[in-house]
């Protein structure tokens, strides 16, 4: 994976980085509060791979708008710049970044850096988040602490520092990097089989990512796949965007699986019940804590690919 090549100036690229940010409504969201945004190649860079992408990556000691001009996306439908930030808590962050200009009180334009989007992982627990959020802005003379998700003054904790004209630096604690591609391995070419190109019920028709809703408490993405009539998979959630390991196995009757999933300090057992006619959805109930709820998942379809993704 190449980081951080020669700067190669991107003239639709620029444009759009030196847009003028309007006056807009930050909202940080930490533990506690949902993103709805739903599972893409963004989430598929959890600590794991943040950590094996940056092994043997050179910290940087800041980032500017053109350095980033020149850094590949990370995957179809992103496209700013991804930054891993290594904390002073032993945390894994990743964020996609962008820079712009804010109208200031006398006309003039601010620089600013908006953290679109961040997620943090702990050190311990690679899995699990300690912070989430989205539509942050940074003005020059802040700091951001993504352990707790919050904007912070100079000497309060911050990860990474904006400065004049909005460029971005670690604290003498923290970490930078920024990737320059995909750090997860390509999709495999192999796409899963199409549920609909056949009659009856098989176990692969439970295979593909799934929107799933809970009693109304916990909503996210599940992540499935089979072999033979094994079921292994993950759970997003889109609270905390933490990622939880699922495993299973297709019962006797062929459209019902029956799945565990891990959560962080209890099990989700899962009887659920594909539909039969065009595999589309799923339904049945969870157990835990013997006490047993509802749950419905849809199938998310997957997108095709654009002219551009073919390019790349």
């Not at 600013?112 to 912070?131: A, C, H, K, P």
């Not at 923290?174 to 070419?189: C, I, M, N, R």
């Not at 990622?243 to 209890?266: D, F």
């Amino acid at each position: 994976m190449r980081r951080l090549p020669g700067i190669q100036l991107s003239r639709n690229s620029l444009t759009m980085s030196l847009r003028i940010l309007m006056p807009a409504v930050i909202a940080t969201v930490v533990c506690g509060a949902a993103l709805n945004a739903r599972a893409d190649v963004f989430d598929d860079h959890t600590a794991y791979w943040m950590k094996r992408a940056t092994s043997d990556a050179k910290p940087l000691e800041s980032l500017t708008m053109r350095d980033s001009l020149s850094l590949k996306k990370i995957g179809r439908g992103i496209n700013s710049p991804c930054i891993v930030v290594h904390t002073d808590n032993d945390n894994w962050t990743k964020a996609l970044v962008t820079w712009g200009f804010r109208k200031g009180v006398n006309g003039s334009r601010v620089p600013v850096v908006l953290i679109e989007r961040f997620v943090n992982y702990r050190g311990d627990r690679q899995t699990l988040t300690t912070s989430a959020g989205k539509d942050i802005m940074l003005f020059p003379g802040f700091g951001f602490n993504f352990d707790i998700g919050q904007v912070v003054p100079v000497g309060q904790g911050e990860d990474i520092l904006c400065v004049a004209e909005g460029v971005l630096k670690p604290t003498a604690k923290s970490k930078l990097f920024a990737l320059d591609g995909p750090a997860t391995p390509a999709p495999d070419p192999a796409q899963r089989p199409d549920p609909t190109s056949h009659t009856g019920v098989i176990p692969t028709d439970f295979a593909g990512s799934w929107k799933v809703r809970i009693d109304g408490r916990w909503e996210g993405i599940w992540e499935l796949d089979v072999e033979e009539r094994r079921v292994f998979g993950r759970f997003i959630s889109d609270e905390t965007k933490s990622v939880y390991e699922i495993a299973g196995k297709i019962a006797a009757l062929p459209h019902n699986a029956k799945l565990n999933i891990e959560l962080a300090n209890a099990s989700q057992t899962i009887d659920a019940f594909l539909w039969t006619k065009d595999k589309s959805a799923m339904a049945g109930f969870m157990l835990m804590a013997n006490r047993k709820l509802g749950f419905y998942a849809t199938r998310i379809k997957p997108e095709a690919a654009t002219e551009d993704d073919a390019k790349e």
